[in-house]
């Protein structure tokens, strides 16, 4: 059975640091697109980032220069790296590993609260 997990998600004050974990199972996490979404109290779930193709990523323009994804094919297990915390960050963030229709597709996580304080 496939599984995604995520971890790491807490409180934090603006302009902290904080990095969610997303460990696969049931799947090989290089065999698929995996991303990072968030969804916040009366907003619409977006796409925060994301690694396609194996190699190539992408980044939301509110995160850009601040979040970083990357996997580690070893473990199994994608991550990203969150710095220069905002309150505007503070979701529900899920991890998605895309099937053949692409990204947003296929499997998720059941989410981890991000909540950053001013």
């Known amino acids: 059975q496939v599984q995604l997990v995520e971890s790491g998600g807490g409180l934090v004050q603006a302009g902290g640091s904080l990095r969610l974990s997303c460990a696969a199972s049931?799947?090989?996490?290089?065999?698929?697109?995996m991303g990072w979404y968030r969804q916040a109290p009366g907003k619409q779930r977006e796409l925060v980032a994301a690694?396609?193709?194996?190699?190539?990523?992408n980044y939301a323009d509110s995160v850009k220069g601040r979040f970083t994804i990357s996997r580690d094919n070893a473990k199994n297990t994608v991550y990203l790296q969150m710095s220069s915390l905002k309150p505007e960050d503070t979701a529900v963030y899920s991890c998605?590993?895309?099937?053949?229709?692409?990204?947003?597709?296929?499997?998720w996580g059941q989410g981890t609260q991000v909540t950053v304080s001013s």
């Open positions: 049931g799947i090989i996490i290089e065999f698929h697109d």
């Open positions: 690694v396609i193709s194996g190699r190539r990523t």
């Open positions: 998605n590993a895309g099937d053949r229709n692409g990204l947003g597709f296929g499997y």
